[in-house]
């Protein structure tokens, strides 16, 4: 009945490039985020405390992104997430009185957010993930609730779900909670430092990270035995449907073995570390999210994210040698002289491939998508040793390779350098072009 999903555009700056507009595009893109920023702090200034505080936690949460569309007002709802189940839309959250929560009382609120019941006693969909912030502390709620009561209030009429019955019948959701809801508070662990417990707090909290990094059952709930071991969904682009995978998060070899807390706090802060980029779902996540947060909050999330024990889902079946020696002949032309042939990368050049969460995805719908579209990791930070880096802007190959030669090219990323990664299939990379 749910399944965590994002609108991201997994090629709206590839498009822009292959277009010649990238450039241009980089230059409105921070012409507007300066004069937001600075909106935004004469904004800041006449808040309350409180509000100020609950402006931050909505960045930690996150909720502009699912609650706005393309052309929509913030958080005045109406984007679709596509789920097995059928579309879900995001509800309007404005301080609205009629189609917004402009009258819901705090514990109205609080029991949407914690426990997934509306005002009038109906249960809201999971896609909402009051099981991840079912977490969050009574005071951050009620800060959240007051920022919430601050923004402009706008009216608005939202679309019908489309859900095929049984799934369209609300009243089931209380036997799916009733299965798997854990509605608790979180619990600082006290032998763990503080630091620790505030990065699990926003990881598991506010951040929702394993509502996109862990798998789910055939009913949409997440399988806590391999919590954080990455996870799949679809989003709409361009009125195309398109699969993305969600790494795996723990220490384990298909991981972030080889990522230290710092690359971490780079990677989720700036966009952008000595181990790759952000593309596609993570770019909203980075920009509307963990970018606005302080580096303390953003490397406690790395140090719990980092202490995550190893686990994996398997690695898939092999790629024959035929298949691996056309993928080497295709990393020869097209990848080494960026990531190098070693696969270890070059500062300047392209990030290290292995050990890449994304390389080693058991699901290689990420990795597909970033050879066929390209990457051009947004930009959150100035900083000239970031501006220097040609590997922020990776080439797309769809109107290059066939989809066998992308297949027998990331089969072979995947299973060299140590890599134990299973293969791609030319109908995979079918399906994600």
Same mark, same amino acid.
């Given at each position: 009945m749910t399944l965590q999903l994002r609108r991201s555009g997994p090629s709206r700056f590839a498009h822009a490039c292959r277009s010649g507009s990238f450039y241009r595009m980089i230059l409105a893109v921070g012409f507007a985020a300066v004069m937001m920023n600075l909106s935004s702090l004469a904004y800041s200034a006449s808040l309350s405390d409180e509000e100020q505080k609950g402006e931050y936690l909505v960045a930690a949460g996150n909720c502009v992104s699912c609650h706005t569309t393309e052309t929509g007002s913030p958080f005045a709802g109406g984007l679709g997430f596509e789920t097995p189940f059928g579309t879900i839309y995001s509800t309007n959250i404005t301080p609205d009185p009629q189609s917004g929560i402009g009258q819901w009382s705090l514990e109205d609120f609080s029991n949407a957010m914690r426990h997934g019941i509306q005002p009038d006693g109906t249960h809201l969909y999971p896609v909402f993930p009051y099981a991840a912030y079912a977490k969050v502390s009574d005071e951050d709620i009620a800060a959240i609730y007051a920022y919430m009561k601050t923004i402009a209030p706008v009216q608005t009429t939202q679309p019908e779900n489309d859900l095929g019955f049984p799934y369209n019948q609300r009243w089931t959701l209380g036997l799916w909670k009733a299965m798997y809801l854990d509605d608790e508070r979180f619990e600082p662990q006290p032998e763990q430092t503080d630091e620790w417990n505030r990065g699990a707090y926003l990881v598991e909290g506010l951040g929702h990270c394993s509502m996109c990094h862990t798998p789910r059952n055939f009913l949409g709930a997440t399988d806590s035995d391999l919590a954080m071991t990455g996870g799949s969904y679809m989003t709409r682009f361009e009125g195309k449907l398109s699969e993305w995978s969600a790494p795996n998060l723990t220490s384990a070899d298909s991981g972030l073995a080889m990522w230290s807390v710092e690359d971490i706090t780079d990677y989720l802060k700036l966009g952008v570390s000595h181990r790759a980029g952000v593309f596609g779902p993570m770019n909203e996540v980075v920009v509307n999210s963990t970018s606005h947060l302080s580096r303390e909050d953003v490397r406690a999330m790395a140090v719990y994210l980092k202490s995550l024990a190893a686990n994996s889902q398997g690695s898939g079946e092999p790629a024959s040698a035929e298949v691996l020696r056309?993928? $080497?002949?295709?990393? /020869?032309?097209?990848?080494? &002289?960026?990531?190098? @042939? !070693? +696969? =270890?990368? &070059?500062? =300047?050049? +392209? @990030? @290290? #491939?292995? +050990? $890449?969460?994304?390389? #080693? /995805?058991? *699901? @290689?719908? &990420? #990795?597909? *998508?970033? !050879?066929?579209?390209?990457?051009q990791t947004p930009h959150t930070s100035p900083s000239t040793e970031w501006e220097s880096r040609a590997w922020i802007r990776m080439e797309p190959y769809e109107n290059k390779l066939s989809d066998d030669q992308v297949a027998a090219l990331l089969s072979f990323i995947r299973a060299t350098w140590g890599h134990e990664a299973g293969a791609v299939t030319p109908e995979q990379v079918a399906e994600q072009r």
């Open positions: 056309a993928g $080497s002949l295709q990393y /020869d032309i097209h990848c080494g &002289s960026c990531h190098l @042939p !070693t +696969g =270890e990368g &070059s500062p =300047e050049q +392209g @990030p @290290p #491939l292995i +050990g $890449s969460p994304v390389v #080693l /995805d058991v *699901n @290689p719908a &990420s #990795l597909i *998508n970033i !050879t066929l579209n390209g990457a």
